[in-house]
């Protein structure tokens, strides 16, 4: 586990950059923590620093589910399951697996998930990273788990 302090957007842009780097085409990693705690905002750093490029619009994919975008790196889908989430179990379940994460992941596709935790089965599973975004007063503070997470630099 790492605990990465995000004092500043840069901060988290930097963490961006450390996650694009240690991710590989099939890899998956969770994005979780409250609205507004910055896990969109993340998912857009690890986007450019996989190369998407900055004419690209990289919008949050409240409505569309999962966005997707073709980078030096390979496909990139980045998914927001807010919308699908049901007190029904099952039900959300059987929706998120119809989105066909798993299979883009097959295909090698880096696949970033916003409010996906508890549904890894259903995204194909193996979580290579699995960010847990807290507001801490004014900063924000990132916790790193998964089977990836040793791989960040030690001063990330
Ligand atoms: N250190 C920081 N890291 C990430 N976002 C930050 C930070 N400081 C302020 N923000 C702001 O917080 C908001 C986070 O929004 P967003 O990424 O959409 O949240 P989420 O997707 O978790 O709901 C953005 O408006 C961003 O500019
Ligand atoms: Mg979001």
């Given amino acids: 586990m ?23 085409p099939g890899d ?3 994005f979780s923590g409250d609205l507004g ?3 969109t ?3 857009r750093a690890v ?3 996989l190369g998407v490029p900055a004419d690209v619009a ?12 073709e980078t030096p790196r390979g496909t990139l889908a980045h998914a927001d399951l807010y919308r699908l989430r049901d007190e029904d179990h099952a039900k959300t ?14 295909d090698g596709a880096i696949v970033l998930v916003e409010w996906g935790e508890g549904f890894s089965d259903e995204l194909g599973g193996d979580v290579a990273l699995d960010v847990s975004l ?18 960040l630099a030690p001063h990330t």
């Fill in 2 to 24: 790492r605990i990465v302090r995000l004092g500043t957007r840069r901060d988290t842009t930097r963490l961006g950059g450390e996650i694009a780097r240690i991710l590989e």
């Fill in 28 to 30: 998956l990693a969770l």
């Fill in 37 to 39: 705690a910055g896990k």
């Fill in 41 to 43: 905002f993340l998912a």
């Fill in 47 to 49: 986007a450019r620093a």
């Fill in 58 to 69: 990289i919008a949050s994919p409240t409505f569309t589910l999962v966005q997707e975008y």
């Fill in 93 to 106: 379940a059987m929706e998120i697996a119809r989105l066909g994460l798993r299979e883009r992941r097959g």
């Fill in 134 to 151: 807290a507001l801490d007063g004014a900063e924000r503070v990132a916790t790193l788990r998964g089977d990836k997470a040793d791989r």
